[in-house]
Structures are given as structure tokens and as C-alpha cells.
Nanobody
Framework: QVQLVESGGGLVQPGGSLRLSCAAS????????MGWYRQAPGKQRDLVAT???????NYAESVKGRFTISRDNAKNTVYLQMNSLKPDDTAVYYC?????????WGQGTQVTVSS
């Protein structure tokens, strides 16, 4: 089993920045993928960014150049630095980890971009 604890969400003005963190605990195999997804009200949950343990990254087109995903393997923690935030970025952000052939989700953290 893997437990995920997210933090760092909140209210920010357009153009501002936030940093999300997701700490994973439990049985995490050396081969794993960590990532962030988001779900706006009335919409499906979509990919934001993923990062492998080999540090290969993948981003949604809508966040390229503004968001940066990174990880600390020693702490089993994944981060999402979000800059130049827009109202369209408003959503619940979920951490996801794939390890040992299973998918784990965090509880979600709200990000609201509004003036």
C-alpha cells in the first residue's frame, strides 16, 4: 500500500505562483512514475505533468513553460511549481503514483486563481 499526502494549494491572484508537494509513504518500488492531475468543476480529471524515477518528464500543452515538475527520490516526494497562474488553472490537483503495477491517488488539494 502507498499513502499520498498533498499540500501547498490555496488562493492566488492571476500571474502568481504556488508550489504543490506530495509525500509518498509505504511500499514504493524503484521503478515508479509520479505525477499531477487536475479536475475543474464539471470536467474530467486531466494530466498536468508526470515524472519517472529516471527524471523523464511529460507536460500537458496548457502548462508547458509555466509549470515544472520535480522529485526528491530520497524523500519519495514530488513537487509541482506553478508560475504565471491563470484563472483556467483553477481546479483540484491530485497527486498520482504508479508503482508495483498499481495506481494510487492523493486526496486532492484545491488551487484557486482569482483576483
Amino acid at each position: 500500500q502507498v499513502q499520498l499526502v498533498e499540500s501547498g494549494g490555496g488562493l492566488v491572484q492571476p500571474g502568481g505562483s504556488l508550489r504543490l508537494s506530495c509525500a509518498a509513504s509505504g511500499t514504493i518500488f524503484s521503478s515508479n512514475i509520479m505525477g499531477w492531475y487536475r479536475q475543474a468543476p464539471g470536467k474530467q480529471r486531466d494530466l498536468v505533468a508526470t515524472i519517472t524515477n529516471g527524471i523523464s518528464t511529460n507536460y500537458a500543452e496548457s502548462v508547458k513553460g509555466r509549470f515544472t515538475i520535480s522529485r526528491d527520490n530520497a524523500k519519495n516526494t514530488v513537487y509541482l511549481q506553478m508560475n504565471s497562474l491563470k484563472p483556467d488553472d483553477t481546479a483540484v490537483y491530485y497527486c498520482r503514483v504508479i508503482t508495483g503495477g498499481r495506481v494510487y491517488w492523493g486526496q486532492g488539494t484545491q488551487v484557486t486563481v482569482s483576483s
